[in-house]
């Protein structure tokens, strides 16, 4: 009859919204897994870059330790790497305390800034010949979505002794 | 076919291919990264680098229990597993077998068990074995046998394998077997009757290798180089010195011990591992206080104090050093191909001209021989007891037990160059591995 709509019609609208749906749905979900991936790999390659930074890389000024306290905004960049011998992996036990003082007295936008990165971190050593906290810095934003990456790594110290650096970051 | 029938099957044929297409378009994603991999790559270069710069990669090359404990404090992950090798150097345990009795073999682990090298400890392990079967060891030694004949398919079979025999003997006339094994054989069946008279010297001394391809380079190299221990002993704590202004020892326990070689006796005093006190002159009074790698001198020779531990001291022979003359009077032997570079020891010359040899070393790619007169059975002071271990070292095969990744879900090796001189150089290659099990 005149005006009536064909039952392909219905068939087609059918199956035309269940695939609409069925996109949306898929690309709504997937979205989001994508994006998390995407910064994890992100969080990831960037606290290896941070921990590789303060592990084998001195800062700068190379003693930047000693501008400590009252040319403190003199440091461009923070690396804990002992300068007087310049070896992989053997860190300054003089710079592990500075980096201690700056983090109680300067915070972390301080360090975030020494160490070009726009992502909270928190950066722990601990002394592996008798278990003692050589540093312990975690920032006191919360890290409210509940996802951050841990980077851990062997450091020698330079008065002989050997720690862990554990190096963890997330997006606030 | 019926009006309205081919609408529905294109209908069906479109949401077939719907469903394919948003079948590939929305698999089943799974993101999978290798940061796990990376961990642990990560892990051992930054475990093999702390061990360097700690300065404990030598002990821990050496000392598997120490290895362990630092592994067991860095590594959080318990199902972690690792394992270690070392290649292109010493190894920290080396296997001698020996056709000895048992106080000779008591004799051997008492003069030579325990070496020390670039800071590492060498562990020379005899064990008893027969001549066929031969124990699975690194080198051979036969100490006082000759007669061969019985045994020559075993031993030649043993030097085929890499590995190496070291032969002590006072042989007047080699026989077949032993110069095909030693490649030495009586003078005058060499430069001929005529040319082999004469008696030596009064001294024994060193041919000096003048290239290292030279069979005798490493033995010689060892020699003086690697330091050998002497055991002090508990001692009254108070050491007499010979000068009042020498500085006082203040530890409580002191132990005392000699080093001895060509019948000369240096009396030393252990202060405390760092110290030393050393009596030169041969009047029981010390007159020089060392510290590690200090020099002495005493008995025309000089000799480096290289390491000092709470009970025992290692004392390294420096070049120039001379041994009274050991050879059996009745040896007179050459190597069996004339080739005088294969000497490292000589009693003077035949009368002939030819040096008169009391160590011969023949090497080749399969395996090393060292022949030398028997200096291990009577009066086998410090000088000696260096020369047998260093023979037993320079024969020993060139094994490496480099790890191999076996049965396990991932693991990775980190390979570390380690470049060392503390007592002789060095360059050898210390592995690493980590990885799951499952």
Same mark, same amino acid.
């Given at each position: 009859?005149?005006?009536?709509?064909?039952?392909?019609?219905?068939?087609?609208?059918?199956?035309?919204?269940?695939?609409?749906?069925?996109?949306?749905?898929?690309?709504?979900?997937?979205?989001?897994?994508?994006?998390?991936?995407?910064?994890?790999?992100?969080?990831?390659?960037?606290?290896?870059?941070?921990?590789?930074?303060?592990?084998?890389?001195?800062?700068?000024?190379?003693?930047?330790?000693?501008?400590?306290?009252?040319?403190?905004?003199?440091?461009?960049?923070?690396?804990?790497?002992?300068?007087?011998?310049?070896?992989?992996?053997?860190?300054?036990?003089?710079?592990?305390?500075?980096?201690?003082?700056?983090?109680?007295?300067?915070?972390?936008?301080?360090?975030?800034?020494?160490?070009?990165?726009?992502?909270?971190?928190?950066?722990?050593?601990?002394?592996?010949?008798?278990?003692?906290?050589?540093?312990?810095?975690?920032?006191?934003?919360?890290?409210?979505?509940?996802?951050?990456?841990?980077?851990?790594?062997?450091?020698?110290?330079?008065?002989?002794?050997?720690?862990?650096?554990?190096?963890?970051?997330?997006?606030? | 076919?019926?009006?309205?029938?081919?609408?529905?099957?294109?209908?069906?044929?479109?949401?077939?291919?719907?469903?394919?297409?948003?079948?590939?378009?929305?698999?089943?994603?799974?993101?999978?990264?290798?940061?796990?991999?990376?961990?642990?790559?990560?892990?051992?270069?930054?475990?093999?680098?702390?061990?360097?710069?700690?300065?404990?990669?030598?002990?821990?090359?050496?000392?598997?229990?120490?290895?362990?404990?630092?592994?067991?404090?860095?590594?959080?992950?318990?199902?972690?597993?690792?394992?270690?090798?070392?290649?292109?150097?010493?190894?920290?345990?080396?296997?001698?077998?020996?056709?000895?009795?048992?106080?000779?073999?008591?004799?051997?682990?008492?003069?030579?068990?325990?070496?020390?090298?670039?800071?590492?400890?060498?562990?020379?392990?005899?064990?008893?074995?027969?001549?066929?079967?031969?124990?699975?060891?690194? %080198?051979?030694? &036969?100490?006082?046998? /000759?007669?061969?004949? $019985?045994?020559?398919? =075993? @031993?030649?079979?043993?030097?085929?394998? *890499?590995?190496? %025999?070291?032969? &002590?003997?006072?042989? /007047?006339?080699?026989? $077949?077997?032993?110069? =095909? @094994?030693?490649?030495?054989?009586?003078? *005058?069946?060499?430069?001929?009757?005529?040319?082999?008279?004469?008696?030596?010297?009064?001294?024994?001394?060193?041919?000096?290798?003048?290239?290292?391809?030279?069979?005798?380079?490493?033995?010689?190299?060892?020699?003086?180089?690697?330091?050998?221990?002497?055991?002090?002993?508990?001692?009254?704590?108070?050491?007499?010195?010979?000068?009042?202004?020498?500085?006082?020892?203040?530890?409580?326990?002191?132990?005392?011990?000699?080093?001895?070689?060509?019948?000369?006796?240096?009396?030393?005093?252990?202060?405390?591992?760092?110290?030393?006190?050393?009596?030169?002159?041969?009047?029981?009074?010390?007159?020089?206080?060392?510290?590690?790698?200090?020099?002495?001198?005493?008995?025309?020779?000089?000799?480096?104090?290289?390491?000092?531990?709470?009970?025992?001291?290692?004392?390294?022979?420096?070049?120039?050093?001379?041994?009274?003359?050991?050879?059996?009077?009745?040896?007179?032997?050459?190597?069996?191909?004339?080739?005088?570079?294969?000497?490292?020891?000589?009693?003077?010359?035949?009368?002939?001209?030819?040096?008169?040899?009391?160590?011969?070393?023949?090497?080749?790619?399969?395996?090393?021989?060292?022949?030398?007169?028997?200096?291990?059975?009577?009066?086998?002071?410090?000088?000696?007891?260096?020369?047998?271990?260093?023979?037993?070292?320079?024969?020993?095969?060139?094994?490496?037990?480099?790890?191999?990744?076996?049965?396990?879900?991932?693991?990775?090796?980190?390979?570390?160059?380690?470049?060392?001189?503390?007592?002789?150089?060095?360059?050898?290659?210390?592995?690493?591995?980590?990885?799951?099990?499952?």
């Amino acid at each position: 009859m005149k005006g009536q709509i064909s039952i392909d019609y219905y068939v087609a609208l059918i199956i035309f919204i269940f695939f609409v749906v069925y996109f949306l749905f898929q690309t709504t979900n997937l979205v989001p897994v994508f994006v998390n991936q995407m910064e994890e790999q992100r969080m990831r390659s960037e606290t290896y870059q941070m921990s590789e930074l303060l592990v084998n890389h001195a800062g700068v000024p190379a003693n930047w330790d000693l501008l400590l306290p009252n040319n403190i905004g003199q440091i461009q960049r923070i690396g804990l790497l002992d300068q007087t011998t310049n070896k992989t992996n053997r860190i300054s036990v003089a710079k592990v305390a500075s980096l201690d003082f700056i983090c109680d007295t300067q915070g972390q936008q301080f360090l975030r800034s020494r160490m070009m990165t726009d992502l909270e971190f928190s950066v722990i050593i601990v002394d592996r010949t008798d278990g003692s906290t050589e540093l312990d810095c975690v920032s006191n934003t919360t890290n409210s979505r509940g996802f951050l990456v841990t980077t851990r790594r062997v450091v020698a110290l330079d008065d002989g002794r050997y720690g862990e650096l554990t190096m963890q970051v997330w997006i606030p | 076919m019926m009006k309205g029938q081919i609408p529905i099957l294109e209908m069906i044929a479109v949401t077939v291919i719907l469903f394919v297409s948003f079948g590939i378009l929305f698999s089943q994603r799974e993101f999978e990264n290798r940061w796990g991999d990376a961990d642990i790559i990560l892990k051992g270069r930054d475990m093999v680098l702390t061990m360097d710069r700690i300065g404990m990669l030598g002990t821990f090359t050496s000392s598997p229990d120490a290895l362990a404990n630092f592994l067991s404090d860095t590594i959080p992950e318990r199902n972690l597993i690792y394992w270690s090798g070392l290649e292109g150097t010493l190894q920290p345990t080396v296997t001698v077998a020996c056709n000895c009795t048992t106080s000779q073999i008591n004799d051997l682990i008492n003069w030579a068990g325990r070496l020390k090298l670039n800071g590492r400890d060498i562990r020379l392990e005899f064990v008893s074995s027969s001549l066929e079967p031969i124990q699975q060891s690194d %080198v051979l030694l &036969i100490w006082g046998r /000759t007669g061969l004949a $019985s045994y020559k398919a =075993e @031993i030649l079979s043993y030097l085929a394998s *890499g590995k190496g %025999v070291v032969g &002590i003997s006072d042989v /007047t006339s080699p026989d $077949s077997t032993y110069t =095909e @094994i030693f490649g030495v054989r009586d003078c *005058g069946s060499v430069i001929g009757q005529g040319n082999c008279g004469g008696n030596g010297d009064t001294e024994i001394t060193f041919v000096s290798p003048t290239q290292a391809s030279s069979p005798t380079f490493k033995a010689h190299k060892l020699f003086f180089h690697m330091p050998i221990r002497s055991l002090g002993s508990l001692a009254v704590p108070i050491i007499p010195l010979e000068n009042a202004n020498m500085p006082l020892c203040l530890s409580s326990t002191v132990f005392d011990g000699t080093f001895d070689f060509k019948n000369v006796e240096a009396m030393y005093w252990i202060c405390n591992a760092t110290t030393v006190y050393m009596d030169t002159n041969d009047n029981n009074l010390a007159d020089q206080v060392l510290r590690e790698n200090g020099t002495f001198r005493v008995g025309g020779y000089d000799f480096k104090m290289s390491y000092i531990e709470t009970n025992r001291t290692f004392v390294s022979i420096r070049p120039g050093f001379r041994f009274d003359d050991f050879r059996n009077s009745q040896v007179k032997v050459l190597p069996s191909d004339g080739d005088t570079t294969k000497i490292l020891l000589r009693d003077g010359n035949y009368n002939g001209g030819s040096p008169l040899p009391v160590v011969v070393m023949n090497g080749s790619e399969s395996g090393r021989v060292i022949w030398g007169s028997d200096f291990i059975s009577s009066n086998v002071d410090h000088d000696k007891r260096l020369l047998i271990a260093s023979m037993l070292l320079a024969a020993s095969s060139k094994r490496s037990n480099a790890p191999t990744i076996g049965d396990i879900q991932t693991g990775f090796l980190t390979p570390y160059i380690n470049v060392v001189n503390r007592d002789m150089l060095e360059i050898y290659q210390f592995n690493l591995g980590l990885g799951f099990p499952f």
